[in-house]
């Protein structure tokens, strides 16, 4: 089928059951938005095997995992309103072919550089896919039946970096971190020739595309994502920092003031005037700021305080997948009766709740201390998810649910993005505190490794001796983990700040019944 030949259910089409075709789509849609998600988790268990073998300093280190996530939060506006003018399945097919090129690379040159290099590359071809992926199904599939489509699709997104996590973990138990790289790029080889078989859709007017707005949305998105990753390394009071948030805030400004002016706008921003699709970018926004900042630090207190394995710490966060898929499936059916508002701000606050309960966690806790705020938090998304994704898609126009996904994923983005920069600098700067009186009474050639992060500390342990070893491991776990209850705190009281917003301002149930029968 080409690109020009599309197949839209209409809306009012009977409810039968779902075709193979719609099946195999769904299939495709999220096998693809996994694969691009897992890359983004898949290299945190690997960076320690990765900066031994390559000789990555630190900031090499944050640029080879931040660097696909500048470039794919930078570019989805545009990639999903390409899709939109000259086809979804067009724009997957693309953006695959340059994912698994841009992966296969470091098999061939494992310099820093050129590892930072094929990330960014492929930064570029995940934004292709990744709105194309929802936007095919909410384009391929009718009224009755796209619910339950999104709410699979956001299930799989929700949990991918989870999924990230489990393959990397398995792999480096048995080799190298190049075959992370060698496996994204063999999977997005085979989705690259299933995306063939699947129909595609598009805008059936063609509007001509918006440059002044999409570099504009780029500009201001690269900017803020670069502040973010900026700031735990410089601070969040540096020039630079504030300059770039600045900045960021200034071609956004443009942004909107260009997109108001426009007849046919890359965005139409006056969507955010609309209660429920505003509310459900935020409830994104802020559920993937608390996942990724959850992730940030969890996965090292399960390797350097509990000392897990990659394998045993990934099969530790495993478990809060199985809510997560769950209740996003359940969630269609539940919304009707609910409205947003319910769901959103429960959500958000079972969010809070499971992170604040990480303060009772210890370093010598157990996994089911440590399982139970887990399970609180993935119960917390699979609340939220999929009814925000549905917000999003149900009151953005048909025939630009290319730029719907694109919203939809650039509010995950620049959460996510945001979480690791803020559980990062909360995590270093309560870490440099806590430890401070060790390193000041340390070896001048110990101090730098002591201070910077604990699996330093506990090299420098490893090599003191037994007498002093065991007693610099013990107090660097204990700094390590009272920064980490104060992190957890503060992203447990901003997201019941932000359950307490949505409780208010999203939508109830009257509130969206009276927006269908006006639509």
Known sequence: MTERETVTPRDDEPSSGWTFAQI?????????????????????????????????????LTWIVDGYTLTL?????????????????????????????????????????????SRVVAGIGAAF????????????FPAAHRGRAVGIWSGVAGSGGIAGIVVSGVLLENWSWTVIFGSLAAVSGLLFLASFTISSSRDEETTPLDLPGTVLIAGAV?????????????????????????????????????????????????????????????SLAVQFLAVMGIFYFVIQYFQLVLDYSPLQSSIAIAPIAVPILIMSVLMPLVIRWTGLKVLLAVGAAALGAGSLLMVRLDVDSSYLHAALPLLVAAFGVGLCTTPSTTAIVENTPADKQGVASAVNDAAREVGAAIGIALAGSLLAAGYGRNIAPVVDAAPEVAKEPIESSLAAALQVADMAGPTQGPQLAEFARAAFVDAMHNTSTVLGFLLLATAVVLAVWAPGRKAMRTQRQRG
Do not use: H, K
Request: glycine share 8%; proline share 5%.
């Open 73 to 117: 939060a930078a570019l989805l506006l545009p990639a999903g309103a390409l899709g939109d003018r000259y086809g979804r399945r067009g724009m997957l097919v693309f953006g695959l072919a340059v994912f698994g090129v841009a992966n296969a690379f470091p098999l061939f040159n494992d310099e820093p550089v050129a590892i930072i290099a």
């Open 24 to 60: 195999w789509m769904l299939v495709v849609a999220c096998c693809g938005v996994a694969l691009v998600v897992a890359a983004m988790a898949a290299l945190n268990t690997a960076l320690p095997d990765l900066a031994r073998d390559t000789g990555a300093t630190q900031s090499q």
């Open 222 to 282: 690269a900017l803020f994502v670069l502040a973010t990753i900026e700031a735990p390394q410089r601070g969040w009071l540096d020039v630079v920092v504030l300059s770039l948030f600045a900045a960021s805030l200034v071609v956004a400004a443009a942004f909107v003031v260009v997109e108001l002016r426009r007849t046919q706008p890359l965005l139409d921003v006056r969507l955010f005037a609309n209660r429920a699709f505003a509310s459900g970018a935020v």
């Open 129 to 140: 896919v990744m709105p194309a992926t929802l936007s095919l199904l909410t384009a391929g």
